[in-house]
């Protein structure tokens, strides 16, 4: 899988008004139609997400849209780009990287790091605009809430050198991971893939 092109120049931090946020569905769309799929899998998860907008034109990225919603998530990358940060998530007992709901804010990346930032602490991040992954995977059931799906939009975000972490109410623990010590933290596949993706694992 070939390694995605990092252009660190154009990130993007918290407060810069290309990341405001939007209850517009447009900038999703936006977002996604100018996403570049790198096969036929990533192609097939883009034109879900816009069929799942086209149905939803006012609340698609609202979590009370129950057959599933718009989510945005990122790989957090150290500043030499040897490593990854990543949450043990308490509520899905899983490692993972960070993300999560759009809550209405159709800003994607704008998104991926806010969640970032509440999730790791870590408030100098930088996000690149644009996404390098989709997927879109179910969400277990649980009291009150019907099992459903998450579409998720990837992106990369960098922390600057030294971040210190803090571990949030939403995770049992964080972890800088270096590609070759996946195994110890059993991802799964889709972790994996960004691992590729970002860092060559």
Known sequence: MARVHLELGTAARAGDPWLQATDELAAAVHTLAHFAPRDGAQAQFRERMLALIARHPRDAHRRTTLEGHLTASALIVDSTLTCALLTHHRKL???????????????????????????????????????????IHPIPARPGEPEHLHYDTRFVVVAPAGAQFVVSDESHALAWVRPDELERYAVDDSVRRLFELVLGS
């Open 93 to 135: 007992d899983r490692w993972l990287q960070m993300g999560g709901h759009c809550d209405g804010d159709a800003n994607l990346a704008g998104v991926a790091l806010r969640e970032c930032i509440e999730e790791s602490g870590i408030a100098d991040l930088a996000v690149l605009p644009t996404p390098f992954d989709l997927d």
